[in-house]
């Protein structure tokens, strides 16, 4: 089983800024690549943004130029760095890795984008 622990969420208002971590075991994080995606109450859940184990990054449309994902192989820590928030960022934020066509989740932490 593979252990993927989010932190970082809270309730913070349009134009602020948040920062989600996620630690994942040593073992998986060196060789894989790791994503955060979203889920917006009613809606499907989306790919926000990921980065390969060589930095290549990849964001959704919607994010690009306001969020930045990073990795930091000594603490097996991926961040998610949130600019310029907008309400409807509004979400669940999910880290992710995909293992042999396997994919492991964290818990979640809410991201909340109000006045």
């Known amino acids: 089983q593979v252990q993927l622990v989010e932190s970082g969420g809270g309730l913070v208002q349009p134009g602020g800024s948040l920062r989600l971590s996620c630690a994942a075991p040593?073992?998986?994080?060196?060789?894989?690549?790791m994503g955060w995606y979203r889920q917006a109450p009613g809606k499907q859940r989306e790919l926000v943004a990921t980065i390969t184990i060589t930095r290549v990054t990849n964001y959704v449309d919607s994010v690009k130029g306001r969020f930045t994902i990073s990795r930091d192989n000594a603490k097996n820590t991926v961040y998610l760095q949130m600019n310029s928030l907008k309400p409807e960022d509004t979400a669940i934020y999910y880290c992710?890795?995909?293992?042999?066509?396997?994919?492991?989740w964290g818990q979640g932490t809410q991201v909340t984008v109000s006045s």
């Open positions: 040593g073992r998986i994080f060196s060789m894989n690549t």
């Open positions: 992710n890795t995909k293992i042999v066509g396997t994919n492991y």
